[in-house]
């Protein structure tokens, strides 16, 4: 690796990346500028910019590198959106005196609770990670005296999507 501060170039364009025959350019800091030429009296144009030279062994390094941080951001966003779930799913349990709906018009007009399909898909959701936290997230939601009543709806949502394996007793 090669890094070159203040390269100057006088190119059409410069790209972020450039790979050639056996090294990958990687430029930053990409600012168009303009120079007085002492011997022309005119206004030069160019290009300045910092680059780093990689050989290809280097580079497949970098991206490697990249790539993983990205699958690590991504896996912090994931638990911060489960933990906003959550939260979501505890505020509705703490709220559950008040009238809920999740305006899901096609299953109410079908006779359908709309929490009780709210629980089966969060039932089902949990049910990816393994069938324990499916059966965690059943017994969580329907252990709750406020939504004991909509155990018959969410078992029958469940047995109709064939995941009669997440209804646990509650006992």
Known sequence: ???????????????????????????????????????TQQQMEYWQYDEIQYTFREWLQVLSDENKQMQESQRLQ????????????????????????LNLKQNKSKGVDSMAMYIVIRVEKKARISVEEGQKAYKMFLSNPNFAHLKDDVDTMLLADGKDNLIVDLI
């Open 1 to 39: 690796m090669l890094e070159i501060k203040g390269v100057q170039g006088t190119q059409i364009s410069i790209p972020e990346v450039e790979v050639n025959v056996d090294t990958v350019y990687k430029r930053t800091n990409i600012e168009r500028k303009s120079q007085l030429d002492e011997h």
């Open 78 to 101: 994931d638990v911060d959106i489960n933990a906003t779930q959550e939260m979501v799913d505890f505020l509705l349990m703490q709220s559950a005196e008040m009238p809920m709906t």
